[in-house]
């Protein structure tokens, strides 16, 4: 079974410690809004899309060359020690600022709300 994060989510793993620069996926697949795909570009990935990692390996540097992990179980050990996590919320336009305001109120409490 797959793991689904969001594709903000997906950026914070991969620009954390544990998807360093010599990190890489092998042999991996993911599904991103629906669509299968074998790479994906986190520059192009929008913060509210849906990321699944499906099957596939992690290896968290060039010295694992011969042996990675399972990347799902990977990403699932990093979501569980991540002490924050992603909402994605759909409104009517009509209600974006009530919102966005009720959010706004909740920055001093440590929320962090992207416009």
Do not use: C
Not at 13 to 20: N, V
Not at 40 to 48: C, G, K, V
């Amino acid at each position: 079974m797959g793991v689904k994060l969001t594709g903000a989510e997906y950026k914070a793993f991969i620009a954390s410690d544990w998807g360093h620069p010599d990190a890489y996926w092998d042999d991996t697949s993911f599904k991103v809004d629906g669509q299968k795909t074998d790479d994906i570009d986190d520059q192009a990935l929008n913060d509210d899309a849906i990321v699944e990692i499906l099957a596939g390996y992690f290896f968290a540097d060039q010295k694992m060359s011969t042996r990675g992990v399972k990347a799902t179980t990977f990403v699932k050990k990093w979501l569980k020690k991540h002490t924050t996590f992603t909402v994605t919320v759909i409104v009517p336009k009509e209600r974006r600022d009530e919102l966005m305001s009720l959010l706004e109120g909740m920055a001093s409490k440590g929320v962090s709300v992207a416009r």
